[in-house]
């Protein structure tokens, strides 16, 4: 998700795609903890866009 899509959204929606992608995050940090993961960059990818979608959040929050 990118930056300007993340600007377009809601306050509603940057809330339900923050707990969809913390999620994502602990299903990936737990998930692969028996197995190998194929994607290792999938963890970084995760936590770049809970921080884009948090700074969305606290921008709303400010305005």
Do not use: S, W
């Not at 795609?17 to 998930?31: I, P």
Request: glycine share 6%.
């Amino acid at each position: 998700m990118k930056t300007k899509a993340v600007a377009n959204k809601t306050q509603a929606d940057l809330v339900k795609a923050l707990a969809e992608k913390r999620e994502a995050l602990r299903l990936f940090r737990f998930g692969g903890a028996g197995a190998k993961t194929k994607n290792v960059r999938e963890g970084r990818m995760i936590r770049r866009e809970i921080a884009r979608l948090l700074t969305a959040l606290n921008a709303l929050k400010a305005a």
